[in-house]
T-cell receptor
């Protein structure tokens, strides 16, 4: 069966510090991968998605970036965090074949920038 | 940008009652999905309805889709305290399999 992991679960970082959040998927090959951010009490905002290694599409221009160094690894990064980067970051995946509409979410990373 | 808007933003009902949540969207869609999120957790997929379908059932869930009105509703029958969560609609519009999420309905089911 497929599983998706995110770490860390919680992170407190000072303004101006770098960021690296990791997402990995097990039990499937060549998944589509997605990064979302959720502000408190709000819906999800799609940040990046990837359909393959090295292929990243950005949805919202900001100081975040994403990379996919391996087939089942998706990383969200920042060189200098802003206060507005605080939020709940969710990674999701869909299968490469078959029913690709349904997204499967990881447990999320709660980021607080102080 | 958010495509879907849920209504109401918050709903409080007694256990055993039915809960109805509505979602409106703005553009043509390929499918519409409903997800559930327990506090501080990831989202869990509940049900998907395609643009050529009008109604779908899954257990205690019933989803309707009216593409002429660009709206959908999620009905949870015989609610339980464990149904307490936030519920989001999400629209899929093209072959990229991206989803646009609404702002969610917070459901509280009182025991």
């Amino acid at each position: 069966s497929q599983t998706i992991h995110q770490w860390p679960a919680t992170l407190v970082q000072p303004v101006g510090s770098p960021l690296s959040l990791e997402c990995t998927v097990e039990g499937t090959s060549n998944p589509n991968l997605y990064w979302y951010r959720q502000a408190a009490g709000r819906g999800l905002q799609l940040l990046f998605y990837s359909v393959g290694i090295g292929q990243i599409s950005s949805e919202v221009p900001q100081n975040l970036s994403a990379s996919r160094p391996q087939d089942r690894q998706f990383i969200l990064s920042s060189k200098k965090l802003l206060l507005s980067d605080s939020g709940f970051y969710l990674c999701a995946w869909t299968p490469a074949t078959g029913s690709q509409e349904t997204q499967y979410f990881g447990p999320g990373t709660r980021l607080l920038v102080l | 940008s958010q495509q879907g808007e849920e209504d109401p933003q918050a709903l409080s009902i007694q256990e055993g009652e039915n809960a109805t949540m509505n979602c409106s969207y703005k553009t043509s869609i390929n499918n519409l999905q409903w997800y559930r999120q327990n506090s501080g957790r990831g989202l869990v997929h509940l049900i998907l309805i395609r643009s050529n379908e009008r109604e779908k059932h899954s257990g205690r869930l019933r989803v309707t889709l009216d593409t002429s009105k660009k709206s959908s509703s999620l009905l949870i029958t015989a609610s339980r305290a464990a149904d307490t969560a936030s519920y989001f609609c999400a629209t899929g519009m093209d072959s990229s399999y991206k989803l646009i999420f609404g702002s969610g309905t917070r459901l509280l089911v009182r025991p």
